[in-house]
Nanobody, 126 residues
Protein backbone atom coordinates (compact mmCIF):
# COMPACT_ATOMS: atom_id res chain seq x y z
CA UNK A 1 0.00 0.00 0.00
CA UNK A 2 1.02 3.58 -0.57
CA UNK A 3 2.01 5.25 2.67
CA UNK A 4 2.85 8.93 2.92
CA UNK A 5 3.38 10.42 6.35
CA UNK A 6 4.00 14.16 6.73
CA UNK A 7 5.44 15.96 9.70
CA UNK A 8 6.91 19.34 10.58
CA UNK A 9 3.96 21.67 10.30
CA UNK A 10 3.32 24.40 12.81
CA UNK A 11 2.86 28.11 13.36
CA UNK A 12 5.45 30.74 12.51
CA UNK A 13 5.66 34.47 12.05
CA UNK A 14 6.05 36.05 8.62
CA UNK A 15 9.64 35.74 7.48
CA UNK A 16 10.16 32.57 9.46
CA UNK A 17 11.03 29.08 8.30
CA UNK A 18 9.72 25.55 8.59
CA UNK A 19 10.85 22.22 7.26
CA UNK A 20 8.35 19.54 6.35
CA UNK A 21 9.19 15.87 6.03
CA UNK A 22 7.44 13.09 4.15
CA UNK A 23 8.32 9.46 4.63
CA UNK A 24 7.19 7.05 1.93
CA UNK A 25 7.31 3.34 1.31
CA UNK A 26 10.23 2.21 -0.79
CA UNK A 27 8.03 1.10 -3.67
CA UNK A 28 6.36 4.48 -3.79
CA UNK A 29 9.54 6.49 -3.41
CA UNK A 30 11.96 4.74 -5.72
CA UNK A 31 12.43 6.10 -9.24
CA UNK A 32 9.34 8.19 -8.96
CA UNK A 33 7.98 11.68 -8.52
CA UNK A 34 7.42 12.90 -5.00
CA UNK A 35 6.07 16.31 -4.16
CA UNK A 36 4.19 18.76 -2.03
CA UNK A 37 0.82 20.39 -2.58
CA UNK A 38 -1.12 22.81 -0.46
CA UNK A 39 -4.74 23.78 -0.11
CA UNK A 40 -6.85 26.36 1.68
CA UNK A 41 -10.64 26.28 2.03
CA UNK A 42 -12.44 27.43 -1.08
CA UNK A 43 -9.41 27.17 -3.36
CA UNK A 44 -7.98 24.51 -5.60
CA UNK A 45 -5.12 22.36 -4.48
CA UNK A 46 -1.87 23.96 -5.59
CA UNK A 47 1.34 22.27 -6.60
CA UNK A 48 4.22 23.56 -4.48
CA UNK A 49 7.29 21.48 -5.28
CA UNK A 50 8.20 18.18 -6.88
CA UNK A 51 11.28 16.07 -7.37
CA UNK A 52 12.07 12.99 -9.37
CA UNK A 53 13.85 10.73 -6.92
CA UNK A 54 16.15 9.18 -9.50
CA UNK A 55 17.08 12.06 -11.76
CA UNK A 56 16.90 14.75 -9.07
CA UNK A 57 14.97 17.04 -11.37
CA UNK A 58 12.82 19.54 -9.47
CA UNK A 59 10.05 21.97 -10.23
CA UNK A 60 8.21 24.55 -8.17
CA UNK A 61 5.03 26.51 -8.16
CA UNK A 62 5.52 30.09 -9.24
CA UNK A 63 4.44 31.49 -5.88
CA UNK A 64 7.19 29.70 -3.95
CA UNK A 65 10.16 29.85 -6.32
CA UNK A 66 13.21 31.21 -4.58
CA UNK A 67 11.76 30.61 -1.12
CA UNK A 68 11.03 26.89 -0.91
CA UNK A 69 13.38 24.01 -1.64
CA UNK A 70 12.52 20.36 -2.05
CA UNK A 71 15.20 17.82 -1.22
CA UNK A 72 15.50 14.07 -0.89
CA UNK A 73 17.16 11.38 1.15
CA UNK A 74 17.01 8.19 -0.85
CA UNK A 75 18.37 6.08 1.99
CA UNK A 76 15.40 7.09 4.13
CA UNK A 77 12.79 7.19 1.37
CA UNK A 78 12.04 10.70 2.54
CA UNK A 79 11.51 14.06 0.89
CA UNK A 80 11.67 17.41 2.60
CA UNK A 81 10.30 20.86 1.97
CA UNK A 82 12.38 23.68 3.36
CA UNK A 83 10.21 26.78 3.54
CA UNK A 84 11.95 30.10 4.07
CA UNK A 85 10.73 33.69 4.04
CA UNK A 86 7.24 32.50 4.83
CA UNK A 87 4.32 34.77 4.08
CA UNK A 88 0.81 34.82 5.45
CA UNK A 89 -0.31 33.66 2.01
CA UNK A 90 1.57 30.41 2.58
CA UNK A 91 -0.89 29.41 5.28
CA UNK A 92 -2.47 26.15 4.16
CA UNK A 93 -2.69 22.46 4.73
CA UNK A 94 0.34 20.91 3.07
CA UNK A 95 0.10 17.45 1.58
CA UNK A 96 2.85 15.11 0.60
CA UNK A 97 2.11 13.55 -2.76
CA UNK A 98 3.33 10.72 -4.94
CA UNK A 99 2.88 9.76 -8.53
CA UNK A 100 1.95 6.17 -9.39
CA UNK A 101 5.16 4.23 -9.78
CA UNK A 102 4.04 2.92 -13.15
CA UNK A 103 4.37 6.41 -14.62
CA UNK A 104 7.88 6.30 -16.03
CA UNK A 105 8.60 9.87 -17.07
CA UNK A 106 11.29 11.80 -15.24
CA UNK A 107 9.26 14.96 -15.81
CA UNK A 108 7.02 15.47 -12.76
CA UNK A 109 3.72 16.99 -13.81
CA UNK A 110 1.30 18.27 -11.19
CA UNK A 111 -1.67 16.46 -12.67
CA UNK A 112 0.11 13.10 -12.58
CA UNK A 113 0.10 12.91 -8.80
CA UNK A 114 -2.47 10.51 -7.39
CA UNK A 115 -1.53 9.62 -3.82
CA UNK A 116 -1.75 11.94 -0.85
CA UNK A 117 -0.68 12.06 2.75
CA UNK A 118 -2.97 13.09 5.56
CA UNK A 119 -1.76 16.68 5.52
CA UNK A 120 0.04 18.93 7.95
CA UNK A 121 -1.06 22.43 8.85
CA UNK A 122 1.20 25.42 8.27
CA UNK A 123 0.07 28.72 9.71
CA UNK A 124 1.94 31.96 9.11
CA UNK A 125 0.71 34.89 11.16
CA UNK A 126 1.93 37.71 13.32
Amino acid sequence: QVQLVESGGGSVQPGGSLRLSCAASVDTYSRNCMGWFRQVPGKEREGVAAVHTESGSTNYGDSVKGRFTISQDNAKNTVYLQMNSLKTEDTATYYCAARPATFGSSWCVWTDFRYWGQGTQVTVSS
